[in-house]
């Protein structure tokens, strides 16, 4: 476990995947981007130094992001986090991920994500002072040379992928300085956007869990595909503490592809065996 956490402090290509960096730092994230709160248990779980919060009201949805910087760790994270406010049926859907949308990088992706894409990060209807994409490279200024880490959960694992390949692309960060780990991610955008983003996001990681049905839609019959390496958590619970952590990185879906047993959305909400995000401040992963 040393070794991991000493690699964490050196900026660059010596962060790659790692279990401790998916449960520790990249889970803490994604939970705390579900509370009402997150200073307080950024500043208490991992270190932060600074904290801010952003929130962007879509078309059926909202999403919100946070700029998180850990001096200790040399690292400026950003954790997004994504909603849909009509129930979950996939009818609904359509009006959100089909047709595909042209975006401000090469190829296409869904509707929704596009609108958070250029509402939340790019803040096309905010000053420039209050844009989160400008207030990042404002806290990556101040840690000098730091590393980029970039998640999310969910919707927003598909936001945070848009996020990770415009810094990439309009070279805000070299490439070998952005990680992205998203946990139970949807599928972002079809053939031309996943070519474009491998190009540029070459330390990318969706961690999903056996049985979770989430990762594998609107699905590739609907024009989609997947973006970066999977990391395939055989057990139910995927990124929690435990003596066997069993785990592969595979091409796509080249892993999970291969399960035999039913997969249902329901296996979305338990990763590192919770029911829900923005439990972590009760210590339930203590």
């Not at 998180?68 to 991920?97: G, M, S």
């Not at 994409?133 to 000098?144: E, G, V």
């Not at 805000?172 to 139970?184: E, G, S």
Request: charge should be positive; hydrophobic fraction near 40%.
């Amino acid at each position: 476990m040393l070794l991991i956490i000493l690699s964490l402090a050196i900026p660059g290509s010596c962060m790659n995947y790692s279990h401790y960096l998916a449960r520790n730092i990249s889970l803490t994230l994604c939970d705390a981007a579900y509370m009402s709160n997150p200073s307080d248990s950024l500043r208490s779980k991992l270190s932060a130094s600074d904290v801010q919060g952003f929130y962007a009201e879509l078309d059926g949805g909202s999403c919100s992001g946070l700029i998180v910087t850990l001096p200790k760790r040399n690292i400026v994270a950003l954790a997004f986090r994504a909603e849909l406010y009509e129930p979950f049926y996939f009818d609904n859907w359509n009006k959100f991920y089909f047709p595909m949308r042209r975006w401000n990088h090469e190829g296409n992706v869904s509707k929704f994500l596009v609108d958070g894409f250029r509402k939340l990060w790019r803040g096309r209807e905010l000053t420039a002072a209050e844009r989160m994409r400008n207030q990042f490279r404002k806290a990556l200024n101040k840690l000098q040379n730091g590393t980029v880490l970039i998640t999310g959960h969910y919707v927003g694992g598909g936001l945070a992928a848009l996020v990770a390949l415009d810094i990439v692309k309009e070279e805000i960060v070299n490439k070998d300085d952005v990680i992205l780990i998203t946990l139970a991610q949807i599928m972002a955008g079809d053939k031309d956007f996943v070519e474009a983003y491998e190009k540029q996001v070459v330390k990318s990681y969706r961690v999903i869990t056996k049985g979770d049905l989430i990762p594998h839609v609107p699905g590739k019959k609907h024009g989609y595909e997947y973006n970066g390496k999977e990391v395939y958590y055989k057990r139910f619970g995927s990124v929690s503490k435990g003596k066997k952590i069993r785990y592969k990185l595979c091409y796509h879906d080249n892993c999970s592809r291969k399960q035999f047993e039913p997969v249902s959305s329901e296996e979305n909400a338990v990763y590192s065996k919770i029911t829900r995000y923005g439990l972590l401040r009760f210590g339930v992963l203590a």
